[in-house]
């Protein structure tokens, strides 16, 4: 598999004697690196920082261009080292219920 490609998968169940139920609707599934990832520069086109590669640490400042989208999935850390993440663009950032 390769990090960052999704993958669409359909799901079913097979009981002990072989009954096999009908097929679920797609799923999509996509493996991430774990962290800790560092970022630093510039974002210019539609990112996502995923939970799964936390922590994302910032050295320098972090600029999401106009028109870029930086979605940060919820449960996501960041952590910075004295930067900050300027928001020319936009920001998707959601957290946990």
């Known amino acids: 598999m390769i990090n960052n490609q999704k ?6 169940a097979v009981d002990w004697a072989g009954n096999e139920s009908e097929k679920s609707e797609y799923a999509v599934g996509m493996p991430v690196a ?3 990832t560092p970022v630093s520069g510039s974002i210019g086109t539609d990112t996502t920082w995923y939970a799964g590669a936390s922590p994302y640490i910032m050295k320098v400042p972090v600029v999401v261009k106009d028109k870029a989208l930086l979605t ?3 449960g996501t850390e960041i952590r910075s ?8 663009g936009r920001l998707n950032a959601q957290g946990r219920q």
Do not use: R, T
Request: proline share 15%.
């Open 34 to 36: 774990p962290g800790p």
């Open 72 to 74: 940060i999935e919820p």
């Open 81 to 88: 080292k004295g930067s900050a993440l300027v928001i020319e």
């Open 7 to 12: 993958y669409y998968y359909q799901l079913s």
